[in-house]
């Protein structure tokens, strides 16, 4: 019996022990929050938009993929917008070789700071687009423009989205918009074409020369989208 009440009290006085030691310690500090990515540095953003400026950056540059075509302006470009395109060549919605493989290669955070310098860029000697468009279309244009009901997404003047994760495109490249047109109405392509539910239906509402004749006129506008010069980087802008 004795040995028994022996081990229960050793039990007891070991049980209390660690009761103690534990409400004893130190309670962690709980971890610090991260702190928010930084915005590029200069230099680091050089390092960035370099594989964009040899074709971006040159006026009238032609890819040859799916077909030859000029680049599309992208200075002026609304910043969500890019990073949404950026994102979707990532993701393969929209297929490209080069663009995808490009932007694979980068951070969400790469995707933010050349998003963000595209938007900027040229902006000093950028005209605002006018309230309303620049010139009116013919009868036929007119036509598809209230049937593709272009200005319900892309503004009364094309040039002021009524999202930023819509794209301008007044007075960007004819050739580039038809290509773009085409490719949401591409099917089963595994290399080209482009996930969009709104504009595949959309598109697939015309004809290849309606297409065209849209493209023709929206690039005749006048835009806020430029080309600017690999030259103009190196002066900080």
Same mark, same amino acid.
């Given at each position: #019996? &004795?040995? =028994?009440? &022996?081990? =229960?009290?050793?039990?007891? /006085?070991?049980?209390?022990?660690? =009761?103690?030691?534990? @409400?004893?310690?130190? /309670?962690?500090?709980?971890a610090p929050a991260a702190a928010p990515a930084a915005p590029a540095s200069p230099k680091s953003l050089e390092a960035k938009v370099a594989m964009c400026v040899g074709c971006h950056g040159i006026i009238g540059y032609k890819g040859t993929f799916p077909e030859v075509y000029r680049v599309p302006k992208i200075a002026g470009q609304n910043a969500k917008y890019i990073a949404a395109a950026l994102n979707a060549y990532r993701t393969g919605d929209r297929k490209h070789p080069t663009m995808r493989g490009i932007a694979a290669s980068l951070s969400d955070q790469d995707i933010t700071d050349i998003a963000n310098y595209y938007e900027k860029l040229g902006a000093e000697d950028r005209k605002p687009a006018g309230d309303k468009l620049s010139h009116e279309p013919d009868d036929k244009v007119a036509g598809l423009m209230a049937k593709a009901a272009c200005v319900s997404c892309h503004g009364a003047n094309l040039s002021r989205p009524i999202d930023p994760s819509y794209p301008k495109i007044a007075g960007q490249y004819p050739d580039y918009l038809f290509v773009a047109l085409k490719a949401y109405k591409t099917e089963g392509n595994p290399a080209v074409g482009r996930n969009n539910g709104v #504009?595949?239906?959309?598109?697939? @509402?015309?004809s290849l020369p309606e297409l065209k004749a849209l493209a023709e006129y929206v690039g005749s506008l006048d835009g806020e989208l430029a080309t600017v010069p690999e030259s103009r980087f190196h002066k900080g802008h």
């Open positions: #019996m &004795n040995k =028994l009440l &022996n081990t =229960l009290f050793a039990l007891c /006085v070991a049980g209390a022990t660690t =009761l103690a030691q534990a @409400q004893s310690a130190p /309670v962690a500090a709980p #504009m595949g239906a959309i598109a697939k @509402q015309f």
